[in-house]
């Protein structure tokens, strides 16, 4: 540390992002990104014309990108019959976690502070402490799911991962508008990073309720990971502040090729439901392999499970696997005894379980 550190940042803890080791080849489950290459669209919509470009800024707006998602979702929410989402209701960011920051120095004020479930995504503490604000963790049920009574009533603004991050485990859609409509007052964020696996999403709940900032990512479900493409679907109004935090801070947040990327990725719904109904089956079968290896396992409906076996700590289990090639996330605090595995394609789904009945043997469990 150098001594010019401000001394407001010198007990921040950063986020510990999983391990992306650059030293040999894993079977990478450690992250939750996709098994699968960006669609097709993508990789044609980054040609050398586009790199040739370079030298000239990205559209600040990110234009091309904003009426992709929003026409995305205009689609599916008038499939349900519902009124859709213009270009002002979408925000973008380089990736979600940009998103979130604004939205923590945005909305989350320095008396009330923020509060969110207390197993969950491991960043919105980091972000809290980053801008000083008061962090309250909610206690989580017995059986690892979200509270939703915890969260009724609280003087915060609220953060929660839908599905959760870690356990994966989805509240349902009237948990979350009972949670917004009894905090009127208070704008709840839902992180929707793990919803294309399982979930419904709740930008349908936007046009009633304008203290619902709804959060997502390309990193997951959309194949850009390294892409950087996250977004905000809200109220016109929390849009507006939210890029009035961009313009004050980095204008030119998403690149040429990202905002290419990720247009091109969300027109293409074919792949996206092709790779996430792929990630749903294997998720799926994954839960029987471990279950009747004697694991026991969250109902993760996002594209990682949560698994735990009697026989061996989490731990131990993560380091026999990672000897084996095969890269798991071990989180340990109160998840100390489980490892969370992100869902791999059929061929990294078979290198993990072979490598898991390996270590199962080894141990006579
Ligand atoms: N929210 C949750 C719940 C996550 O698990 C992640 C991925 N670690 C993110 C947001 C951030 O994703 P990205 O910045 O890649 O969009």
């Not at 919105?124 to 909610?138: H, Q, T």
């Not at 792929?278 to 949560?306: D, H, Q, W, Y």
Request: proline share 5%.
């Amino acid at each position: 540390m150098s001594r010019f550190l401000d001394t407001r940042y010198l007990g921040i803890a950063p986020y510990t992002p999983g391990e992306q080791p650059q030293d040999r080849s894993y079977v990478k489950l450690n992250t939750n990104e996709s098994p699968f290459p960006p669609s097709p669209a993508v990789i044609r919509a980054l040609n050398a014309d586009e790199v040739s470009r370079l030298n000239l800024y990205s559209d600040p707006t990110a234009g091309k990108l904003v009426e992709a998602i929003a026409s995305r979702y205009t689609a599916a929410l008038k499939e349900q019959g519902l009124s859709g989402i213009g270009e002002r209701n979408v925000f973008v960011g380089n990736g979600s976690d940009e998103v979130l920051a604004f939205a923590f120095a945005a909305f989350c004020s320095r008396e009330l502070g923020v509060a969110s479930p207390a197993i969950g995504y491991g960043f919105y503490p980091v972000f809290a402490e980053f801008f000083s604000l008061p962090y309250e963790a909610v206690p989580m049920l017995p059986d690892l799911a979200v509270d939703p009574e915890g969260f009724k009533g609280i003087e915060a603004t609220v953060v929660i991962a839908n599905p959760n991050a870690q356990t994966g485990i989805y509240l349902p859609l009237s948990e979350i508008e009972t949670i917004v409509s009894e905090n009127k007052d208070r704008l709840v964020i839902v992180d929707e990073a793990y919803c294309d696996f399982g979930g419904e999403s709740a930008v349908r709940l936007i046009a009633r309720h304008d203290n619902l900032l709804v959060v997502s990512t390309m990193s997951k479900s959309r194949q850009l990971a390294g892409g950087r493409v996250g977004f905000a679907i809200g109220s016109e109004e929390l849009i507006e502040d939210l890029n009035k935090m961009k313009f004050s801070f980095n204008p030119y947040n998403l690149d040429r090729l990202s905002i290419l990327a990720g247009a091109a990725a969300m027109e293409d719904e074919d792949y996206f439901n092709l790779t996430r109904t792929a990630v749903m089956r294997e998720r799926e079968r994954l839960k029987k392999e471990f279950s009747s290896l004697g694991f026991s396992l969250t109902p993760s409906l996002a594209n990682f499970i949560l698994a735990r076996h009697g026989g061996i700590g989490g731990r131990e289990l993560y380091l026999a696997l990672k000897a084996r090639g095969v890269l798991v996330r071990w989180l340990g605090g109160e998840l100390e005894d489980y490892v969370r595995i992100s869902v791999g394609s059929e061929e990294q789904n078979e290198a993990l379980l072979a490598a898991v009945r390996d270590v199962i043997k080894e141990k006579n469990l």
